[in-house]
């Protein structure tokens, strides 16, 4: 089966240059000896040669053995690590990583376009990402940004994102028409297991929060993406339609499903197949998380578990026009600054 | 549809009369002044004919309209609160709590069989919950506890089930041969609805932490029911049977479906179809938690989202044997200390 393109709205650039992981260790030695350390932001020395190897063994390799076009790429969210250090530690970094993100997109730009990390740090008010997201969105041409929502790796001492010290930041991301995924980072606390059950529960807990909160009557042009399938949503949206109903609140096609998309982070075929048939099509955007949470293949199929492709081509519900929606137009909708002069 | 008898493991009593509360609002006022207050057990006055109105109008009706035989009841799980107060306060919480089940059971014989609460307590060992664990089912015929992973309410600083801390509980179940339920409290934590993403959440994770530890290795007969249809489990199989490849463990087939079993507590026709597909039907005990987490009527339906039968009936994959399984084999085999003559 062949669509006009492909866009997979999910993948962060894990396979970076060593010199991006020493970056990040010389930040946390001089942590070591004063956690209020400042620094700078310094400089990562990568060559467009080193940047073209990490990208073209890996993620571009992929994308043509699996035939998909563009990715909207973003740092490593695993490396966000927003518990380390400071509001300083957290704003050089994510300045770093958003910069390598634009180089990529720049050497390939039409296979990756640039979504941005945010620089929150525990105890920081969200406000304080505003001044990153404009740089990246206005100066660098980024069209969405990666929304944590547990700055704590794992502890859940951070406010809802239904709380309003989140507004700023969503004035901002309406303004400039970009979307949010929401997406934690790395798991510090032993209980949760990062790829597993730290982003699944952050995906489930993201859409309650905000579904149970006044952002999306406050903001009823924001977009947000719970990505991985949604956590948990979809195979519990009886009970989540059951407790909005018992508190009172409006039906969820009503009250998140003109907000909130899902994207198609799930790694096996029965799974997809109940997210196309709970949500609505033009609520799902197509996404693979390559390279990143699963790496391995499937031994009951062959082909790698997070070839997410193969899932929604083999599904038999919907149209050609349904995956369509799913493979380009939801996310051409979504990502409103996707440039078509990016793509091929 | 008729089958021989329906189990539903997974009830709380959550109807108690207004003396229960009372009780533990006495405890929280004087923890307000002392928050090493030891108080002492006291006694909750209750009559028969207080717990008859509480059982007959609500959890009995129910069982008679939806046409399922006995519920496996235990203390209400929102109400568990291990982290409010100090060890004796969940202690004496714990035993009245446990008390005031077995007279439940001890009224309707034929439609409640006892499950403990155990008097968990943040930063007290595990171990410490073996003596109510003994006196419930040695004394009082108790058939398997509900075992928290998380005592603080939503923040998640306790150790993972898969470390030894738990062992002696553990050891203590495999030698009396009662299942443990996973099952979290109420959430103190405004990133948690309680029995939307607290529960789900805490099913995922803990069923993470068992499968990626040696827990089972260790105790090869332990039982343990991961409620709420496994939280995001069978959605994201695939994940997780990835994740379990890609770090050099057994398969999920192996290493988890020996020990684990999932109940029915998905409250759409989608959901139960989904769960039903994935996970073998031995591994799955039927459930409702009525009344519970969602009282409603679905209006898609015009039956209660909790009515957790119906979608089994309704199941067109499954055989009759397989659903008799599910709905009452699986029960006694793995609740074995459930008696038959406990039962019509």
Known sequence: MRYIMIID?????????????????KQ?????????????KGSIIISDDEIRESIEKNQL??????????????????????????????RF????????????????????????QLPQSPGVP??????????????MEFIGCNLSPDTSGGYWRDASLGDRCFYPLYEKMVELDVPAMIHVSASCNDCFHTTGSHY???DTAAFQQL???????DFPTLKIIVPHGGGAVPYHWGRFRGLMQDQGFAPLEESALKNIYFDTCVYHQKGIDLLLDIVPPENILFASEMIGAVRGIDPETGYYFDDTKRYI??????SAEQKNQIFEGNARRVFSRLKISDVK
Chains 1, 2 share one sequence.
Not at 9 to 25: A, D, F, K, L, S
Not at 28 to 40: D, F, I, W
Not at 96 to 115: E, G, H, T, W
Not at 313 to 318: H, I, Q, R, V
């Open 126 to 139: 969200p406000e304080k990402s505003v001044a990153e997201l404009v740089r990246c969105v206005e100066k």
């Open 211 to 217: 579904v149970m909160s006044d952002v999306f009557k």
């Open 28 to 40: 946390k030695t001089a942590l070591a000896s004063n956690p209020h350390h400042v620094g700078e």
């Open 9 to 25: 709205c999910h993948g962060h650039y894990t396979t970076t240059p060593p010199q991006v992981g020493e970056y990040r260790e």
């Open 93 to 116: 970094w994510t300045e770093q990583q958003n910069d390598l993100i634009r180089r990529v997109c720049d050497l390939y730009p039409s296979n990756f376009a640039p979504v941005a």
């Open 61 to 90: 390799r992929l994308q043509q053995e699996r035939g998909t076009d563009l990715t909207i790429f973003s740092p490593r969210a695993s490396w966000m690590g927003h518990h380390i250090g400071n509001e300083n530690t957290s």
């Open 313 to 318: 081509d083999n599904n038999t519900k919907l």
């Open 200 to 202: 699944l529960g952050a």
